[in-house]
């Protein structure tokens, strides 16, 4: 493309939007020309009917800030999140689409880099981006670049996961470190004079989830722990399924810098984003045979039992500290980190 | 990790428990049962929920959550004169983020701003004063509160802009002192402490001569505490000590930080650029005098409330807001009667449910459990 920056004219329908399109996002997203004739994507029903007996259907909207980050960018967090919200469903994730929202005089090459890694991410998640919008907006209408993507995944036959599946007596696992999302982002906006060498977790977990239900077809719910972090999936664990969830701090795992900002910030890692950590509630029976399949996989690596399903008090997630008191894990109140994801 | 690992080590917060248990019987029977403890400062209120202290002691100790949190004790009229400085057209607001859900009698500035007054969280009064060096044509205001901790820096900055002359900035001054609060609450009827812990950030500001009285005329122990989970434990055994000696004396737990007599330089900076105010107004406790600081006349120029002429209405607490009860431990935040029911984090009637640090909130978030 000869333009090095974005104009309104690239989203006014013209030739400029047409040059956008076809030189830059086509080819970016790995599609040809004739993929893009029509208004809309089509797939054949049989091709998704082979591959289980529901659709999952699913979007989200990314306005992290900053674009950049240790560990990825705007492009990796819209591709990896709504492969991840599929596939804690238990779908295996299939086609996205991706609608941009740009904010005049944003570099094209800025653009060309957010496309490449939303490409990678689809790629490592075996997904493909099949359908497309791009709107320009006057300066200050917008901050830069915000992106939607929607999301078809498939479910196979007999997986039901659901939030409302916890039962007493399952244990919790959660797939891997607490919070290097959100410290990640913190430190990136260069706001706190901090520098602690903590990257995003941005990752696709669609692999996770099928090595983790190839192991334990049993997994009563799962769910990916991002705004509002691991204490906000317990709690509507506990709420979904009416049961008291305890968990040990001892058994949390937080890596050292992410401790370390959190101790110096006031945060708590519980309720940090992640974009690549997932919760897991298996019966207590099988809960081995899911950890040793989690930290097989490399998303994984880190995973641990962090603590259990009770029967009572209903509703109520508890943690015991490590410092040997217990206490409520409640649900976040405000927003914690605006744009974080 | 290193120097926070050793204060929060499980045998030795096991040991500290059973030597606190240990001096309840050496303590005579005339005092009333539960003991009430009061932590002055929000910073130990956050200690005591986070790490479940309150479930670990026996329960012949209750904590009372004191004063200590200065977005909690903000009085509504003063979040109204911040909202009506904000939405003067040519003003660019700068706040600590947890002042920003402080309910006034019109709105918070967090509604503010989202009606289109230009208000910014800042992290230090610095980032305020380099915000209106980079913005000429505009006039920046900090909003400065909290107790002698954050008096320092907030004096600091309007030193500097004197100096550097940026004729843009100003300080809408909020700043108020621990001494004549906790002098206050002892000489409130209803309440009855047995002991304190003292704020450890003001004592190291401070020192520990200042709260002499607590011990020479009101006869209460109070013993100056760190942060750390062991240090809260520790501080409350030499609480009970005291007690169960039967004397009363300002011990210093926070040694490693605090010292006797302060910090000179950072007391020199508080007396250059502030003088005591006859009496500040606050939430749940009323007037008290000569509880506020205001900026003095040579620093005049920096100042907001001359500059732009506040209102400074004084608008009463809502009735049913029983948080000067709780304040002084005469009731727990639980029996408050719009706890949990008008008033929560999502929609704060009190102010102490405004921030993490404030009791109702904290007891809101972690510890529903103790009265569920």
Redesign the interface.
């Known amino acids: 493309m000869r333009d090095r920056t974005i104009t309104l004219a690239h989203g006014a329908g013209g030739r400029a939007m047409r040059a956008l399109i076809e030189e830059l996002l086509l080819p970016a997203f790995g599609n040809t020309r004739a993929d893009a004739l029509e208004d809309q994507a089509r797939m054949p029903i049989a091709e998704l009917a082979r591959a289980g007996d529901r659709l999952a259907f699913t979007t989200d909207s990314y306005v992290v800030d900053p674009l950049f980050f240790p560990g990825g960018d705007i492009g990796a967090l819209a591709a990896a999140g709504t492969v991840n919200d599929l596939a804690v469903g238990g779908a295996r994730p299939l086609f996205l689409s991706c609608g941009l929202v740009i904010e005049e005089g944003l570099p094209i090459a800025t653009l060309q880099d957010v496309a490449a890694s939303m490409r990678r991410m689809a790629d490592r998640a075996g997904v493909r981006l099949v359908t497309g919008d791009t709107k320009v907006v006057e300066r200050g209408a917008a901050d830069r670049l915000f992106i939607n993507t929607s999301g078809i995944g498939v479910i196979p036959a007999g997986i039901d996961l659901s939030a409302s599946n916890a039962y007493p007596g399952d244990a919790v696992i959660v797939s891997g470190a607490l919070g290097n999302h959100g410290v990640a982002i913190l430190i990136a906006r260069n706001q706190l004079a901090l520098e602690a060498d903590v990257a995003s977790d941005c990752q696709p977990l669609d692999g996770l989830v099928s090595a983790l239900l190839a192991a334990c077809p049993t997994v009563h719910a799962l769910r990916d722990a991002t705004r509002g972090g691991v204490a906000t999936v317990l709690n509507e664990f506990a709420r979904a399924s009416n049961v008291a969830i305890r968990i040990g701090e001892s058994a949390v795992p937080v890596c050292e810098p992410v401790r370390g900002a959190c101790e110096i910030l006031g945060l708590d890692p519980l309720y940090l984003a992640n974009e690549g950590v997932l919760v897991a509630v298996v019966p207590a029976a099988d809960a081995a045979r899911a950890l040793d399949a989690m930290r097989a996989h490399p998303a994984g690596a880190d995973a641990a039992i962090i603590g259990e399903v009770l029967r009572d008090p209903p509703g109520l997630v508890t943690m015991a500290t490590h410092f040997g008191g217990e206490r409520i894990v409640d649900v976040l109140t405000g927003e914690q980190l605006p744009r974080i994801c | 990790?290193k120097y926070?690992d050793e204060f929060?080590d499980?045998a030795q917060?096991?040991a500290l428990?059973q030597a606190i248990a240990a001096l309840l019987p050496r303590i005579p029977a005339s005092r009333r049962r539960p003991l009430q403890i009061m932590e002055v400062c929000g910073g130990h209120t956050h200690t005591i929920?986070?790490?479940?202290?309150a479930?670990?002691l026996p329960d012949a100790i209750e904590f009372v959550h004191g004063p200590g949190c200065p977005v909690c004790v903000l009085p509504m009229g003063r979040v109204d004169d911040c909202v009506a400085l904000a939405e003067r057209p040519e003003v660019i607001f700068t706040t600590f983020g947890d002042a920003m859900?402080v309910p006034g009698s019109r709105k918070s500035l967090l509604q503010a701003k989202a009606d289109g007054a230009d208000v910014r969280m800042v992290?230090s009064p610095l980032d305020a004063m380099d915000l209106a060096r980079r913005h000429p044509d505009r006039e920046v205001v900090f909003f400065g509160l909290g107790f002698e901790t954050t008096m320092p820096a907030t004096a600091m900055a309007l030193i500097e802009a004197r100096r550097q002359g940026i004729g843009n900035f100003s300080l809408f001054c909020n700043h108020i002192t621990i001494i004549a609060t906790i002098k206050a609450i002892l000489d409130s009827p209803d309440q009855r402490i047995d002991g304190f812990l003292g704020p450890g950030h003001v004592s190291m500001v401070i020192g520990t001569r200042p709260y002499g009285f607590i011990a020479d005329r009101y006869r209460r122990p109070l013993v100056v505490c760190g942060f750390e989970?062991l240090d809260v434990l520790h501080a409350t055994w030499m609480v009970l000590q005291q007690l169960a000696d039967e004397r009363c004396a300002i011990e210093n737990q926070y040694a490693r930080v605090v010292a006797r007599d302060g910090n000179q330089r950072a007391l020199a900076a508080i007396a250059e650029v502030f003088e005591l105010r006859e009496f500040f107004e606050w939430r749940g406790l009323g007037s008290i005098d000569q509880s506020g600081v205001r900026v003095r006349a040579g620093y005049a120029a920096f100042d907001a409330e001359r500059k732009f002429g506040v209102p400074n209405v004084s608008i009463a607490d809502p009735r049913s807001c029983q948080c000067g009860e709780v304040l002084k431990g005469a009731i727990k935040p639980h029996e408050c009667k719009v706890f949990g029911t008008a008033c929560t984090?999502?929609t704060p009637l009190g102010a102490l449910m405004v921030s993490s640090e404030g009791a109702c909130?904290a007891y809101?978030?972690?510890?529903?459990?103790v009265h569920?």
């Open positions: 990790m926070v929060r499980p917060a096991r428990v929920f986070r790490y479940g202290i479930d670990m859900h992290y989970p984090p999502e909130a809101h978030s972690y510890g529903r459990r569920a």
